[in-house]
């Protein structure tokens, strides 16, 4: 088993582009809005560590980023 890996979406960051939820709707939900917030309290599960370095790379805003655990 590997470290946990988190992501963390910051809300006064994200503009609403809904590009995370596009390439990893597993690890987050968007509002009426658009704006992205984390599911399952950020935790990624196992087999998604990839995902999660996909939708940082791609957030526009860096509004999205990683915690404890590996340094994506």
Known sequence: ?????R?????????GHSRCYALAPELVDVDD???????????VPEGLEDKAR???DNCPEYAITIEDGLKL
């Open 1 to 5: 088993m590997g470290v946990p890996v």
């Open 7 to 15: 992501i963390k979406v910051d809300p006064e960051k994200c503009e």
């Open 33 to 43: 809005l658009g704006n992205a917030f984390e599911l399952n309290n950020g935790e």
């Open 54 to 56: 996909l939708i940082v």
